[in-house]
């Protein structure tokens, strides 16, 4: 049994300065019986969780520990990032790469499937692991991005004229420092038929103190339009220091969206969904996707049905302006698009 990490006191106080990103990143919560002991699950069984892991460890951010409920199995934080024993069985239907994105790869490290934009994987890392991710079993070590990958992925982009815009993925593209991402994106800056730069991250929400002023800065010198889609499951996850984070953000000029995956437990209740809505739009975060989920093997027992999931779409028309519904989406791994349902 590994030695349990050092308790952080488990309190928010928004006058307190904020911890830095990477002091933040070396305290994530990796150990079974720490989460316990932090969140006080007396019944918990760290031995179980453990097991439960598999090839997908733990690893929670305390700023997003600070929000889940003490002594509260069901909270629905936690349930987004507590290994459950069902993710060992293998369920038919679900797969290790539900999209195929191994077929979408011209260079390694580079996805292009839908036309006029490209996705990059600029890492493997992550500041949370999401239980659900599909992307848990994504071999990364094979696409890691070294320098002359890199090069690759950049004469690439800079020889097709029809792409438009550059999305920076991963794992999750702000664990990679601002010294880094501000040369890419320089490189990028120079290629005339870019218009736009797209960031697909979670970290403004895990981790907020990463939105520094080394990060606005970048964000600010890009002559691109950046996007970034920040990825919010439940009102929950968004506090004053998250809000604070978003602020800035769009203080930098970037346009803020939001995707969710819809999750069994978690976020599958109408009122929840428009709760979400509504605080995402008093943070200026326009929801954009409610996502089915990726069958993805280890996470069938988020999925939601296609029924429900339109029953609960219909109750977030009826209540929120439609600017605040999210459009309700499957990706289909062959298609050229997402699928609306
Ligand atoms: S942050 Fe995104 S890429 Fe990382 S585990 Fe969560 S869903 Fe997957």
């Not at 453990?50 to 690893?59: E, H, N, Q, V």
């Not at 305390?62 to 936690?78: A, S």
């Not at 996805?111 to 490209?118: A, F, M, S, T």
């Not at 320089?186 to 403004?204: C, G, S, Y």
Request: aromatic content about 6%; some cysteine.
């Amino acid at each position: 049994m590994s030695e349990p990490e050092i308790l952080f006191p488990l309190s928010f106080d928004s006058a307190s300065p904020r911890t830095p990103w990477k002091a933040e990143m070396a305290s994530l919560v990796r150990d079974p019986q720490t989460l316990c002991a932090l969140l006080g699950l007396q019944g918990a069984d760290a031995e179980e969780i453990r097991r439960a892991c598999g090839d997908f460890p733990l690893r929670v951010p305390r700023p997003y520990l600070n929000r889940i409920t003490r002594g509260d199995p069901q909270d629905p934080l936690l349930l987004q990032v507590l290994p459950q024993l069902q993710e060992l069985t293998e369920t038919p239907g679900y797969s290790a790469d539900p999209l195929d994105e191994a077929q979408f790869t011209p260079v390694p490290g580079l996805l292009h499937k839908y036309q006029g934009r490209v996705l990059v994987v600029l890492n493997g890392n992550c500041a949370i692991h999401c239980r659900y991710c599909f992307r848990r079993h994504f071999p990364y070590k094979e696409h890691q991005i070294g320098k002359a990958h890199w090069q690759r992925i950049v004469d690439y982009i800079a020889a097709d004229t029809s792409i438009r815009e550059v999305i920076f993925s991963g794992g999750d593209p702000l664990t990679v420092t601002d010294s880094a991402l501000a040369e890419k994106v320089r490189q990028l800056d120079a290629i005339a038929h870019l218009k736009r730069l797209r960031l697909h991250t979670r970290v403004p929400v895990m981790i907020p103190s990463r939105i520094n002023d080394d990060c606005l800065a970048w964000l600010r010198a890009t002559r691109l339009q950046v996007v970034c889609v920040i990825h919010a499951n439940h009102a929950n996850e968004i506090d004053a220091e998250v809000l604070q984070a978003l602020d800035q953000l769009r203080g930098a000029g970037v346009t803020l969206l939001n995707q969710t995956v819809l999750l069994r437990g978690v976020n599958d209740a109408a009122e929840t969904l428009i709760r979400l809505s509504e605080t995402l739009s008093e943070a200026g975060v326009m929801p954009y996707y409610l996502h089915q989920l990726d069958a993805v093997q280890g996470a069938a027992h988020f999925a939601v049905s296609d029924a429900q999931a339109a029953q609960l779409m219909q109750a977030l028309r009826a209540s929120l302006p439609g600017y605040l519904v999210p459009r309700l989406v499957r990706e289909d791994a062959h298609s050229p698009n997402k699928t609306p349902l």
